[in-house]
């Protein structure tokens, strides 16, 4: 069958190339409904990645958040029209000890390989995960985000001490939203605040303990463990901030994607005897719980519908780059594409 695929050619410039999708094999094909656009896409579509990187990496489509229905399933066991997320992570191998979204073999769509911003995808059946009926489909557009949150709040939970009085997560960004979100659903007895550079994205954090701007912050405040969810130029002054904020024996999980290395204060971290550790992408279990997450909590579904920005519907390229545009323009929320490809 042929499928037309809409790749990043060149930093804002997209183009319709095709691609041949073996109906008789084993993988399910899905037609894209609601794609979501993230930051990482952002890099590559502004050409904000290193010349080098973008050389080996375009032409791609991007896109590695997104929903669909189910077009054909070679063995039967999901009709034509079943709502799915499709999980970006793709391994070829596993493994006892790492996670498959840590294995260097591992592809992950709209980084090392085709996103979604495709007529139909062709993934294989572990790479689909059944929605729930009736999901606001604008919200489930952006599961693979919050099963980010979801991956990074469980291995959170397994590296801090148990000593979970209060924690602090930096970023008034989407990720900090939705961070702090799962965080209070999943730790309900601990203080949370919220740090920002925004007042009016911090007043959207009704649900957390206490918000502070990163300049006002209280000389005696402490916490003690912290997420930072900024990324880009702010991680360096957000890293810093939590290392200066920290109990001792705390923990830092972080999250924020810097394109460039960045400086930080390892001797205190060695005098507060810190932790901080790493956590990026996800793969099929943290899907997996996070639509159980949906199930169980529809509230979840709700708040998170707060953060639904623009939605575009994409008809023709045209519309793709007006997404793209929009979505570097908006002060908070996530852009939804509909896709009627
Ligand atoms: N690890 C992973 O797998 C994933 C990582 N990411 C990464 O996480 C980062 C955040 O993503 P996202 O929330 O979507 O992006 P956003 O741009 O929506 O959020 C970042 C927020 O942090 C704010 N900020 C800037 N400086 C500081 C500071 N010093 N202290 C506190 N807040 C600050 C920004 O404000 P302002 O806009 O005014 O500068 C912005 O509101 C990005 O780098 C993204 O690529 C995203 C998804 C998954
Ligand atoms: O957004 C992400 C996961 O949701 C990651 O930040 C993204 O996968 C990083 O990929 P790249 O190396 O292509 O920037
Ligand atoms: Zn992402």
Redesign the pocket.
């Known amino acids: 069958m042929l499928n037309t695929v809409y790749r990043l050619t060149a930093p804002r410039h997209f183009e319709v190339e095709f691609n041949e999708i073996d109906l008789f094999g084993e993988q399910v094909v899905v037609r894209p409904t609601h794609l979501s656009i ?3 896409d952002q ?1 590559y579509y502004q050409g904000k990645r290193a010349p080098e990187v973008l050389a080996k990496k375009l032409p791609m489509a991007l896109i590695h958040e997104g929903i669909g229905e189910v077009v054909y399933d070679p063995k039967g066991e999901f009709q034509p029209g079943d709502a799915v997320v499709m999980v970006p992570n793709t391994p070829t191998e596993s493994d006892d000890i790492v996670s498959e979204n840590y294995l260097r073999s591992s592809k992950f769509r709209g980084s090392g390989f085709d996103g979604f911003m495709q007529d139909n995808v062709a993934l294989d059946r572990d790479r689909i995960v059944r929605l729930p009926e009736n999901i606001d489909k604008t919200v489930a557009a952006f599961t693979e ?1 919050i099963s ?1 949150s979801v991956h ?1 709040l469980s291995r959170f939970d397994s590296i801090a001490h148990q000593r979970r009085e209060s924690v602090g997560i ?9 961070t702090a979100l799962l965080f209070k659903a999943m730790f309900p007895d601990t203080k949370l605040y919220v ?4 007042q009016d ?1 911090l007043d959207d954090f009704s649900f957390v303990d206490e918000t502070y701007l ?1 300049r006002e912050i209280p000389d005696d405040l402490s916490i003690d463990h912290a997420i930072e ?7 360096q ?2 890293i810093q ?1 939590i290392i200066d904020f920290i109990n001792p024996e705390g923990t830092i999980s972080i ?4 394109e460039y290395p960045i400086p930080v204060e390892t001797r205190m971290i060695l005098e507060k005897g810190l932790r901080m550790f ?5 793969g099929r279990k943290d899907f997996v719980k996070t639509v159980e997450l949906f199930e169980k909590n529809p509230e979840i579904v709700d708040y998170l519908s707060n953060i639904v920005g623009a939605v575009v519907e994409v008809n023709t390229i045209k519309d793709m780059t007006k997404a793209f545009e929009l979505d570097i323009q908006k ?2 929320g996530k852009t939804i594409m509909v896709w009627k490809k």
């Not at 740090?195 to 925004?198: K, P, R, T």
């Not at 999250?255 to 810097?258: A, E, K, M, P, T």
């Open positions: 993230c930051n990482a890099r985000i980010v990074a930096w970023g008034d960004g989407n990720l900090g939203f939705i740090f920002g550079v925004n994205k990163v969810c900024v990324g880009g130029d702010g991680s002054k957000a901030q999250l924020g994607v810097s790493g956590s990026s992408r996800s002060a908070f």
